[in-house]
């Protein structure tokens, strides 16, 4: 009688574990990298100007009942950048910009996701540019549509913290300091079982 | 000699404020034009579409001015066809001087770059950034901008031809008066 009851509460827990594991473990993480986007906007004399880049590879897992496990990695192409103007995208690449030939990609990896409430969220993590690490935190919405997960989120970099427009260009009354970094990403989730 | 009829102290102020902008503003353009990319690029092409701005206000502010504030009359001497094709001329630099600026602007807009009047206002972009328009807008304000100098000559020659070879007021109508206080 004890064994019966030892394994009935065993099997129990086993059904109960596994009922809130299906339940809880929805986790984001297959990007939907042509759904996502990378945008920047920043201010050129006064000019709001805004571009974005092309490729960039997003993995993320994200289960909102699971913050203390979530995970986000970003490895954007800095060729890729379109700045809508042909000139700048050339311009950008050298030396006193990216320095795209020793620096070809900036990365951003998570180190950490809080609820700020409702559906917002706050990722802190190091982002690398042009081999400089900073700490950066950017607030973010998430929100489920059908099997997806979206995330949008802006934060403000300095683009000089990174070296980024040396010279001439770290004239910050020509083209600002402050840049605005927008990211849209969705990802679709994978039921655990 | 009856003294020299002159245009309003207004008027005077205005053309000559106008006349030394766009003594800055279209070498200015010319220049950046020929500039590789460089933050200091970035500044004077600021400063050419502010002053091109300016221009335009100044040229509204000039026909409303014009409109309530009759010329002083060309001297009696000059020929009525002369006097109509000064007429005419004058009736085409203000054209340009609103088309050119407005033009720019176009322009600017259809190359992505909205125009921020000092850094503070920002004009409404009328047109959508478009490659293939913007590209004609430049020809558009580069013929236009020829169309100026061109017309700007013959207007500096005529005032000086009036000036040393027929020695008549037509100079003097748009000079200030220095001796105002004497008559």
Same mark, same amino acid.
């Given at each position: 009688?004890?064994?019966?009851?030892?394994?009935?509460?065993?099997?129990?827990?086993?059904?109960?574990?596994?009922?809130?594991?299906?339940?809880?473990?929805?986790?984001?993480?297959?990007?939907?990298?042509?759904?996502?986007?990378?945008?920047?906007?920043?201010?050129?004399?006064?000019?709001?100007?805004?571009?974005?880049?092309?490729?960039? &590879?997003?993995?993320?897992?994200?289960?909102?009942?699971?913050?203390?496990?979530?995970?986000?990695?970003?490895?954007?192409?800095?060729?890729?950048?379109?700045?809508?103007?042909?000139?700048?995208?050339?311009?950008?690449?050298?030396?006193?910009?990216?320095?795209? #030939?020793?620096?070809?990609?900036?990365?951003?990896?998570?180190?950490?996701?809080?609820?700020?409430? #409702?559906?917002?969220?706050?990722?802190?993590?190091?982002?690398?540019?042009?081999?400089?690490?900073?700490?950066?935190?950017?607030?973010?919405?998430?929100?489920?549509?059908?099997?997806?997960?979206?995330?949008?989120?802006?934060?403000?970099?300095?683009?000089?913290?990174?070296?980024?427009?040396? #010279?001439?260009?770290?004239?910050?009354?020509?083209?600002?300091?402050?840049?605005?970094?927008?990211?849209?990403?969705?990802?679709?989730?994978?039921?655990?079982? | 000699?009856?003294?020299?009829?002159?245009?309003?102290?207004?008027?005077?102020?205005?053309?000559?404020?106008?006349?030394?902008?766009?003594?800055?503003?279209?070498?200015?353009?010319?220049?950046?034009?020929?500039?590789?990319?460089?933050?200091?690029?970035?500044?004077?092409?600021?400063?050419?579409?502010?002053?091109?701005?300016?221009?335009?206000?100044?040229?509204?502010?000039?026909?409303?001015?014009?409109?309530?504030?009759?010329?002083?009359?060309?001297?009696?001497?000059?020929?009525?066809?002369?006097?109509?094709?000064?007429?005419? !001329?004058?009736?085409?630099?203000?054209?340009?001087?609103?088309?050119?600026?407005?033009?720019?602007?176009?322009?600017?807009?259809?190359?992505?770059?909205?125009?921020?009047?000092? #850094?503070?206002?920002?004009?409404?972009?009328?047109?959508?950034?478009?490659?293939?328009?913007?590209?004609?807008? !430049?020809?558009?304000?580069?013929?236009?901008?020829?169309?100026?100098?061109?017309?700007?000559?013959?207007?500096?020659? &005529?005032?000086?031809?009036?000036?040393?070879?027929?020695?008549?007021?037509?100079?003097?109508?748009?000079?200030?008066?220095?001796?105002?206080?004497?008559?």
């Amino acid at each position: 009688m004890n064994n019966f009851r030892r394994y009935s509460l065993l099997l129990i827990g086993v059904l109960l574990a596994a009922y809130l594991g299906s339940v809880q473990a929805v986790e984001f993480n297959r990007v939907q990298a042509n759904k996502s986007t990378l945008t920047f906007g920043f201010k050129q004399m006064g000019v709001p100007m805004d571009g974005k880049f092309r490729q960039f &590879a997003a993995s993320i897992s994200f289960d909102p009942a699971r913050l203390d496990a979530a995970h986000a990695q970003l490895d954007i192409n800095l060729a890729s950048i379109d700045t809508g103007n042909q000139e700048s995208d050339v311009e950008v690449m050298g030396k006193q910009w990216f320095n795209a #030939g020793a620096f070809p990609a900036a990365q951003f990896v998570s180190t950490g996701v809080k609820a700020l409430g #409702g559906n917002r969220y706050e990722v802190r993590g190091k982002l690398t540019l042009k081999g400089r690490a900073q700490d950066v935190a950017a607030p973010f919405t998430f929100r489920q549509d059908g099997a997806s997960g979206i995330f949008d989120g802006t934060f403000m970099l300095k683009r000089l913290d990174y070296a980024i427009g040396e #010279g001439a260009w770290a004239d910050v009354s020509a083209v600002a300091n402050e840049v605005q970094i927008k990211f849209h990403v969705v990802a679709d989730a994978v039921i655990k079982k | 000699m009856t003294p020299t009829a002159r245009y309003t102290s207004t008027a005077i102020t205005l053309h000559w404020l106008v006349a030394l902008l766009i003594l800055c503003a279209f070498p200015l353009g010319l220049y950046v034009h020929e500039m590789a990319l460089s933050p200091l690029k970035l500044k004077l092409i600021s400063y050419h579409k502010w002053l091109g701005v300016t221009i335009f206000l100044l040229t509204v502010a000039r026909i409303a001015w014009r409109a309530s504030h009759m010329p002083p009359p060309l001297a009696a001497s000059i020929p009525q066809w002369q006097q109509s094709i000064a007429h005419v !001329l004058h009736l085409l630099l203000y054209i340009l001087l609103l088309l050119i600026p407005l033009s720019g602007w176009l322009m600017s807009s259809a190359k992505g770059f909205p125009v921020v009047y000092l #850094g503070l206002v920002q004009l409404p972009d009328l047109v959508g950034k478009d490659k293939l328009l913007g590209d004609l807008l !430049l020809e558009v304000y580069e013929l236009l901008n020829f169309g100026l100098l061109a017309l700007v000559g013959m207007h500096v020659g &005529a005032a000086l031809k009036h000036h040393f070879i027929e020695r008549d007021d037509t100079l003097l109508r748009m000079l200030p008066s220095w001796k105002r206080s004497k008559s």
